[in-house]
C-alpha cells in the first residue's frame, strides 16, 4: 500500500476507534460521561473501497458540470468520484488516486474565411501552456524531466474515492480560459496515472474518462456539432477494448500514443493550435486532426515526404478512399464543409497558390469553394461516386431457374437483366465485362460429402455461351455420364461489369473510347443456388429460393462449409464492416460479393497456392522503401478460404514487394493490420443462429465447420497430401514458432504435407481441443482474450 493510501485508512481507524496511550503508572479515576454527540453524515466504511483494477474497464472516473470550473474569472475548481471493481466485479470507491491530467478544450465557431465552420480550442494551448494539466498530491510533478507545477488533488477522507482539485499556485490554472465562453460546448477528459492490478502490475491500457461534453452557462449536456466519425465505425477495423459500456465504446487498436481510445480524445491535441505550433513543410503533413487522418488512411496512394513518408507511406485504407461514409457516419459535414485543409490531405499533389492540379484556378479563400464545390458534380458527394456500388448493384441480376441433366448433358438456364431490362436477343455478356483479358464465369461445381466445394463445370466467357435469347442464357455442357448422380451442384458467378458512375447504369464496354477504362467494377447480382440431384433419374431439383442460409431441417442436403450457416464462423457482416464490400478487393479480375463464391477457388479440394512463400521486412532502402526477405523453411500449399484469409490478414501473404499487410522486420508485427491481433471476433461471428456463443470446436473435437482435410500440392496439382486443418489456421498465425510450433502440432495428432497422406479420410481428428476449445484454461477465447494489450 502506499503511504497516502494509509494515512486515509489511519485517519479513518483514528475516527472510529480513537488512540490510547500505555504507561506502567496509574490510570486514574474514570472521568464523568460527556454530552451525546450530533451525529454526523456517515461515512464509507474503512474496508469497502479498493486501491487497485485489474483492466481499464473496471476504473471509472465521473465528472459532473456544476463541479467543474474552467472558463471565466472563478479559480479554477474541480470535483469527481472513482469507484473500481474488485476481484469479484463489486463496484467500490477507489482510493489512493496521486496524479491525473485533466484536457480542456471548447467548440468554437470558426469566424474566418479559412478552413471549417467550427474548431476545437485547446484551453491549454490558447493560454500558452500545454495541451493538458497536471494534478498530484504535492502540487507538482515531473513532466519529460523537468519538475511543473499542478493542481493540487485531494481525497475526501470522509468519502473515500471523492477528489477535489484546486490551483495553488500564482494566478489561475492554466486550463481556464479567462475570456471564454461559457455558452459554447465545452470538453472535459481526465487520464488517470500509476495504477495498478492487485499483483502491482501496471494497467496496460489508459486510464480515460468518457470525454464530458457540456454547456458551462447552464450545466446541460451537449452534443458536438464537429463529431463526423463516430467510434463505431474506427471500431469496424481497429477492434473494440473490451469491458466498457455500449454507449462509452472504446477503440482497441491504435499504435500512436498507446492508444487515446476515442476520436474525441485525440482532437485534445491534434487541433488548430498544436497544428500552428507544428507547421513545418519538411514533416509532410499537417497535425490538424481532420487533415492528419485522411494523409494517414490514404498513405499508401500518396507522394509523401518527410515524417509522412516514413510514418504513413504503407498505410493501406481497406475500404475504397472515395466511400466517404466508411468513417464519415455521423451526418453530412463531409460533403457540405468545403476547405482546402481537409481536401489537400488526399489531393496532396494540388498547390492552391499555384493552381496546379486545380485546373489552374487559385481560390481567395475556403468561401469560394463552395462556388464550384457546393453541389452537383463536383461536390465531394458525387465527385467522390460515394455509394456508386449500391445505385449499380442490379445493373446485372443472374437468376438462376433450372439444373438439368439429360443425356449426360448438363443445361444450366440463367435469367439476365440489365439495368432492369430484359436484353434483346444476341446481347454478348462479354461486353458488359468491366474489363478485358479475363474470360469471366458462371461458377459450377459440386459439393462433397462433407459439403465442402468441389469445382471442375464452370463455364466462362471463351465458351461462346454468354449470348442471351429470350433474356436467358442457357449454359450446356458435357459430363461423364452418372457424375452427378447423387451430387449437389452449386451455382454461381464471378462477372464484373463495366459501371458507368454517371449514368448509374451497366454499359457496353466496347462503346468506349480506345483510351477509356470503365470507371467502375460492379460484379453482377446473383444468388448462388444450390441443386440436388436424384441418384436414379438424375434429375435436377431445385432446393430453395435462397440457399445460402441453409434451413437445418432439409432433408439429405449436405450443409456447404462456406455459406454463412452455423457451420461458417467468419462473418461477412465484419468483412463488409472493415472492408465497407467484398467486391473491390478482387475486382475487376473477379466480381464476387459473398463467401460461396470465394469458395470456388478457396476450397479444401483444390491445392496448390501461387503465393506459397512468405517474407518478411529485412529493412529500408536508401528511399525510405521497406525491403523484404524470404522467411525460410516457410510455406503454405493450399489456397482454401481459412488459410488465405488468416495469412493475408497476419501478413503472411505479402510477396517480395510487400503490399497490404506484411510481416515486420522482427517477423512477429503484422504492419497495417488494423485490429487486435488476438481479436477473433474481428471478424469471425459473435453468435450462431440460435443466439448461443459462436464456437471454433464442436463437441466431438471436430471443428465446427466440419472441415476435417485440406488438399495440398506444392508442385501445382501433380502432386496432391491432405493435411489437418486446425493446426493450417493456427499455423497461418502462429508460423512465428518455427520448429517449436510444428513440434507441438504433431505431438498433438497434426498431420502435415510431409506426412504423404494421400487420402482425406485418412488425416485423423486433432486433439487441439482437448487443450484449446472454448472454456478450457488454454481455450481459444482465452489465449485470443479480444483487445488488452
Excluded at 477528459?189 to 464530458?212: C, F, Q, W
Excluded at 463536383?378 to 465527385?383: D, K, Q, V, W, Y
Aim: proline share 3%.
Amino acid at each position: 500500500m502506499r503511504t497516502y493510501k494509509k494515512s486515509i485508512l489511519a485517519a479513518a481507524l483514528m475516527a472510529a476507534i480513537g488512540l490510547t496511550g500505555c504507561s506502567d503508572g496509574d490510570d486514574g479515576k474514570d472521568g464523568q460521561d460527556g454530552a451525546p454527540g450530533t451525529p454526523g453524515e456517515p461515512g464509507t466504511s474503512v474496508g469497502n473501497v479498493v486501491e487497485t483494477v485489474n483492466s481499464a474497464a473496471d476504473f471509472t472516473l465521473t465528472l459532473t458540470p456544476e463541479d467543474i470550473v474552467v472558463v471565466g474569472t472563478e479559480d479554477f475548481s474541480v470535483k469527481f468520484t472513482v469507484t473500481g471493481k474488485n476481484s469479484a466485479g463489486k463496484e467500490l470507491p477507489f482510493s489512493g488516486l496521486e496524479k491525473v491530467a485533466l484536457y480542456v478544450m471548447n467548440e468554437a465557431p470558426n469566424t474566418t474565411d479559412t478552413g471549417g465552420p467550427y474548431f476545437w480550442q485547446s484551453h491549454g494551448l490558447e493560454n500558452d501552456f500545454s495541451y493538458s494539466m497536471y494534478c498530484s498530491l504535492t502540487g507538482t510533478t515531473t513532466s519529460w524531466g523537468s519538475e511543473v507545477d499542478a493542481c493540487t488533488l485531494v481525497e475526501d477522507t470522509e468519502n473515500p474515492g471523492t477528489y477535489t482539485g484546486t490551483w495553488e499556485h500564482e494566478g489561475n490554472a492554466p486550463i481556464v480560459l479567462a475570456e471564454g465562453d461559457v455558452n459554447r460546448l465545452h470538453r472535459v477528459m481526465v487520464r488517470t496515472y500509476d495504477i495498478t492490478d492487485d499483483e502491482g502490475n501496471a494497467i496496460s491500457d489508459k486510464l480515460l474518462t468518457k470525454p464530458l461534453d457540456y454547456i458551462p452557462a447552464t450545466g446541460e449536456l451537449a452534443v458536438s456539432n464537429k463529431d463526423s466519425v463516430s467510434n463505431a465505425a474506427c471500431i469496424q477495423c481497429h477492434s473494440a477494448l473490451d469491458g466498457f459500456a455500449e454507449d462509452d465504446m472504446r477503440i482497441g487498436n491504435i499504435d500512436a500514443h498507446h492508444n487515446y481510445q476515442k476520436v474525441e480524445n485525440c482532437v485534445a491535441c491534434h487541433n488548430p493550435a498544436y497544428a500552428a505550433d507544428q507547421n513545418d513543410p519538411e514533416k509532410g503533413y499537417n497535425p490538424n486532426w481532420n487533415a492528419m487522418i485522411h494523409t494517414i488512411h490514404a498513405g499508401h496512394h500518396l507522394d509523401l515526404v518527410g515524417e509522412a513518408k516514413e510514418m504513413f507511406s504503407e498505410v493501406g485504407f481497406p475500404a475504397e478512399l472515395n466511400e466517404c461514409t466508411v468513417c464519415h457516419d455521423n451526418g453530412t459535414q463531409w460533403n457540405d464543409n468545403i476547405y482546402a485543409e481537409a481536401c489537400v490531405s488526399c489531393h496532396t499533389d494540388v498547390d492552391f497558390e499555384t493552381g496546379d492540379n486545380h485546373r489552374g484556378i487559385v481560390p481567395e479563400s475556403d468561401a469560394s469553394c463552395s462556388g464550384c464545390h457546393g453541389a452537383g458534380s463536383l461536390s465531394p458527394m458525387e465527385a467522390h461516386a460515394v455509394g456508386a456500388r449500391g445505385t449499380l448493384k442490379d445493373g446485372v441480376v443472374f437468376d438462376v431457374m433450372s439444373a438439368e441433366v439429360a443425356a449426360d448433358q448438363l443445361t444450366v438456364v440463367v435469367d439476365v437483366t440489365i439495368n432492369g431490362e430484359t436484353p434483346a436477343d444476341g446481347t454478348v455478356l462479354a461486353d458488359y465485362l468491366a474489363a478485358e483479358g479475363y474470360a469471366h464465369a458462371i461458377m459450377m461445381g459440386t459439393l462433397d460429402e462433407n459439403g465442402d466445394y468441389v469445382r471442375g463445370l464452370s463455364l466462362d466467357t471463351s465458351s461462346g455461351l454468354f449470348v442471351t435469347t429470350g433474356g436467358k442464357l442457357t449454359l450446356s455442357q458435357a459430363i461423364d455420364a452418372n457424375s452427378l448422380d447423387g451430387k449437389t451442384l452449386s451455382v454461381s458467378s464471378e462477372f464484373s461489369m463495366c459501371g458507368d458512375i454517371e449514368s448509374g447504369m451497366v454499359i457496353d464496354r466496347t462503346t468506349l473510347g480506345t483510351d477509356e477504362e470503365c470507371e467502375i467494377a460492379i460484379p453482377a447480382n446473383i444468388v448462388t443456388k444450390f441443386f440436388m440431384f436424384d441418384d436414379v433419374a438424375a434429375v435436377g431439383v431445385e432446393t430453395e429460393e435462397n440457399l445460402r442460409f441453409v434451413p437445418s431441417s432439409l432433408e439429405n442436403f449436405t450443409m456447404p462449409t462456406q455459406a454463412m450457416n452455423d457451420r461458417t464462423s467468419a462473418d461477412e457482416a465484419k468483412c463488409n464492416a472493415c472492408h465497407e464490400n467484398l467486391s473491390h478487393i478482387k475486382a475487376p479480375r473477379h466480381g464476387v460479393t459473398d463467401f460461396t463464391q470465394c469458395a470456388d477457388c478457396h476450397n479444401n479440394n483444390y491445392p496448390g497456392s501461387y503465393h506459397a512463400d512468405v517474407y518478411k521486412q529485412a529493412g529500408t532502402d536508401e528511399d525510405g522503401e521497406p525491403t523484404f526477405e524470404l522467411v525460410e523453411g516457410l510455406e503454405y500449399y493450399n489456397r482454401d478460404l481459412a488459410t488465405v484469409a488468416h495469412r493475408f490478414h497476419s501478413g503472411m501473404f505479402a510477396g517480395s514487394t510487400g503490399g497490404g499487410i506484411y510481416l515486420g522486420e522482427d517477423g512477429e508485427t503484422w504492419v497495417n493490420y488494423p485490429a487486435s491481433k488476438t481479436d477473433c471476433q474481428a471478424c469471425h461471428k459473435d453468435v450462431d443462429s440460435n443466439g448461443d456463443d459462436m464456437t471454433f470446436f464442436a463437441g466431438d473435437g471436430e471443428l465446427t465447420s466440419g472441415r476435417t482435410a485440406i488438399a495440398e500440392s506444392n508442385d501445382y496439382g501433380a502432386t496432391v497430401n491432405y493435411i489437418s486443418p486446425v493446426t493450417e489456421a493456427c499455423r497461418t498465425c502462429h508460423a512465428h514458432s518455427g520448429a517449436a510450433a510444428l513440434a507441438h502440432f504433431k505431438s498433438n495428432g497434426a498431420t502435415v504435407y510431409e506426412d504423404g497422406v494421400k487420402s482425406a479420410a485418412d488425416v485423423p481428428v486433432e486433439s487441439c481441443s482437448t487443450c484449446h476449445a472454448e472454456g478450457k484454461t488454454y481455450g481459444v477465447d482465452t489465449m485470443h482474450s479480444g483487445t488488452g494489450h
